[in-house]
């Protein structure tokens, strides 16, 4: 990375931080003149001054000496690019923590730590509502899901491939986003969720981000109106699946039509105005109930009240759980340090949480060197 761009990333993680450049030139042992001067590019840090700026502004050192993926490149050069009625919502946090997520899966990647699932690249977003509802349909068969509710929604997508984070992005935050790691036939791909918005927007977006990398189009911020639209229809078909959701609304038959659907939404772990609008496309309500419901917002109390409840997830910190699983092989075999492993696990373990190392006896240790020479 050249010292210029090394600068701005100083500068951002500093504004991110609040934090002056007097103050970081204070924490880190430096003069303020030496920071701005290293902000724009014309001193040079060296790796010791780097290592401890990274530590003052709770940064991967990565975030700083590491270039970005060709994916992460490729995600902001569309959205500077893309007209208004195709730009999606994002924010510098935003694309900061794709960036370090892209970046630490690729390593876990290249270390055999994460498997890289076959693409189709033929794959291509749905042209209408019927295709998207037949692509659903045939990714949840490929999940053995048949048309039961999704409960771990992260554990699914990472068969597919997609790994996650939940991050703290504000409940006024972005959604959320996706990239894929390689542009090889075989890849994996890492979405960024807001963890802190309601519980079926973070599902819908998760199931909307993996709808991006199934069609082959993870970091297109180009994508049109009719695309998204086609996205957010398999995603709905995917999270609530017809014969499903027309089972609960039937089983249900003695209720009214706002604790049916309550019932749909809880069953199928989604929001209040996805579950409104699917058994609306489903033909179960018309469009005027269905206008109706959606000012007839929900409460906890109301679920409770009818016995319904489940759990809310993914919800920040969240990772999941093969991106965990690697992370912790890895330190296990002694390819990952302590420090490391915790800053790849994201504030979801602490240091003393971590397992044991196993002893290696000396067959391991001989193993080990077998093939290095004498």
């Given at each position: 990375m050249d010292h210029k761009t090394l600068g701005l990333r100083v500068a951002q993680a500093r504004g991110e931080r609040d934090v002056t450049q007097a103050k970081l030139g204070e924490m880190v042992g430096l003069e303020r003149s030496a920071i701005s001067?290293?902000?724009?590019?014309?001193?040079?840090?060296?790796?010791?001054?780097?290592?401890?700026?990274?530590?003052?502004?709770?940064?991967?050192?990565?975030?700083?000496?590491?270039?970005?993926?060709?994916?992460?490149?490729?995600?902001?050069?569309?959205?500077?690019?893309?007209?208004?009625?195709?730009?999606?919502?994002?924010?510098?946090?935003?694309?900061?923590?794709?960036?370090?997520?892209?970046?630490?899966?690729?390593?876990?990647?290249?270390?055999?730590?994460?498997?890289?699932?076959?693409?189709?690249?033929?794959?291509?977003?749905?042209?209408?509502?019927?295709?998207?509802?037949h692509l659903a349909s045939a990714v949840r068969d490929s999940l053995g899901a048949g048309d039961e509710?999704?409960?771990?929604?992260?554990?699914?997508?990472?068969?597919?491939?997609?790994?996650?984070?939940?991050?703290?992005?504000?409940?006024?935050?972005?959604?959320?986003?996706?990239?894929?790691?390689?542009?090889?036939?075989e890849s994996i791909a890492v979405a960024v969720i807001n963890g802190d918005v309601d519980s079926g927007r973070r599902r819908m977006t998760l199931a909307h981000e993996l709808g991006h990398w199934l069609c082959g189009d993870a970091y297109d911020a180009m994508a049109g109106a009719d695309c998204e639209k086609m996205l957010f229809s398999f995603a709905i078909h995917f999270l609530a699946p017809r014969s499903g959701a027309t089972r609960v609304w039937l089983d249900h038959a003695d209720w009214?039509?706002?604790?049916?659907?309550?019932?749909?939404?809880?069953?199928?772990?989604?929001?209040?105005?996805?579950?409104?609008?699917?058994l609306r496309n489903l033909g179960l309500i018309d469009w005027?109930?269905?206008?109706?419901?959606?000012?007839?917002?929900?409460?906890?109390?109301?679920?409770?009240?009818?016995?319904?409840?489940?759990?809310?997830?993914?919800?920040?910190?969240?990772?999941?759980?093969?991106?965990?699983?690697?992370?912790?092989?890895?330190?296990?075999?002694?390819?990952?340090?302590a420090a490391r492993t915790i800053e790849l696990l994201r504030d979801t373990m602490s240091p003393d949480e971590l397992p044991e190392r196993p002893v290696l006896s000396l067959d391991d240790l001989r193993r080990s060197f077998a093939g290095h020479g004498d």
């Amino acid at each position: 990375m050249d010292h210029k761009t090394l600068g701005l990333r100083v500068a951002q993680a500093r504004g991110e931080r609040d934090v002056t450049q007097a103050k970081l030139g204070e924490m880190v042992g430096l003069e303020r003149s030496a920071i701005s001067r290293a902000e724009k590019g014309e001193r040079r840090l060296t790796m010791a001054e780097m290592v401890a700026i990274a530590e003052a502004l709770g940064r991967p050192l990565g975030f700083f000496v590491n270039d970005p993926l060709p994916a992460v490149v490729n995600r902001r050069r569309d959205l500077a690019n893309a007209p208004e009625d195709a730009r999606h919502d994002t924010t510098e946090a935003l694309d900061t923590e794709i960036e370090l997520f892209a970046a630490d899966a690729l390593m876990l990647l290249e270390m055999g730590l994460l498997a890289p699932v076959k693409r189709d690249r033929e794959a291509r977003t749905p042209q209408g509502h019927e295709e998207a509802e037949h692509l659903a349909s045939a990714v949840r068969d490929s999940l053995g899901a048949g048309d039961e509710p999704i409960l771990n929604l992260g554990q699914a997508c990472e068969q597919l491939g997609l790994y996650t984070y939940a991050a703290s992005l504000g409940t006024n935050g972005p959604d959320g986003g996706c990239v894929e790691v390689t542009a090889d036939d075989e890849s994996i791909a890492v979405a960024v969720i807001n963890g802190d918005v309601d519980s079926g927007r973070r599902r819908m977006t998760l199931a909307h981000e993996l709808g991006h990398w199934l069609c082959g189009d993870a970091y297109d911020a180009m994508a049109g109106a009719d695309c998204e639209k086609m996205l957010f229809s398999f995603a709905i078909h995917f999270l609530a699946p017809r014969s499903g959701a027309t089972r609960v609304w039937l089983d249900h038959a003695d209720w009214n039509s706002r604790d049916r659907a309550l019932a749909v939404a809880a069953v199928y772990h989604l929001s209040w105005s996805a579950a409104v609008n699917q058994l609306r496309n489903l033909g179960l309500i018309d469009w005027e109930e269905a206008k109706s419901l959606l000012h007839q917002e929900p409460r906890r109390g109301d679920y409770v009240h009818l016995k319904l409840t489940w759990a809310r997830e993914p919800k920040s910190p969240y990772l999941s759980p093969g991106f965990s699983a690697a992370c912790i092989e890895g330190y296990t075999s002694g390819q990952l340090t302590a420090a490391r492993t915790i800053e790849l696990l994201r504030d979801t373990m602490s240091p003393d949480e971590l397992p044991e190392r196993p002893v290696l006896s000396l067959d391991d240790l001989r193993r080990s060197f077998a093939g290095h020479g004498d």
